[in-house]
């Protein structure tokens, strides 16, 4: 025990760690990041993040299976929505503190990026 915690479970790490590794790849952060701010069908994301219609759908899919992302069918199309709030608040502080650091200090904008993070 450490600072009145105790160190997760190995199963529990490696869950975390594929959930971090999803949202390692920028689409998929943006993806999100957007779902985070409401509900979407896959066109629509597409547009927004700026990616083809299948590659979207693709990280979708993969955010789908992890449980981060669910979808309900309305008429014909698919609604994707966040799967789980928690992450949401993970995605929003990192992203929200990069943003504001950015904005701040622009020739720090890429403190993170070559840290093998």
């Known amino acids: 025990m450490a600072g009145g915690f105790e160190d997760p479970s190995a199963e529990v790490l490696a869950e975390a760690a594929a959930a971090f590794g999803l949202l390692a790849a920028a689409p998929r952060l943006h993806i999100m990041w957007a779902l985070a701010q409401g509900e979407s069908d896959v066109s629509h994301l597409a547009d927004r993040v ?4 299948p590659a979207v759908s693709q990280h979708l899919s993969k955010l789908k299976l992890a449980g981060l992302v669910r979808s ?3 008429g014909r199309r ?8 928690d992450v949401v608040t ?3 502080v990192m992203v929200g503190q990069l943003a504001q ?3 701040q200090a622009p020739a720090a904008a ?8």
Do not use: F, K, M
């Open 78 to 85: 698919q609604i994707y929505y966040v799967g789980d709030p």
């Open 72 to 74: 309900r069918r309305e």
């Open 90 to 92: 993970v995605v929003r």
């Open 50 to 53: 700026g990616g083809a219609l």
């Open 110 to 117: 890429g403190g993170l990026q070559g840290t093998g993070a």
């Open 101 to 103: 650091r950015a904005a």
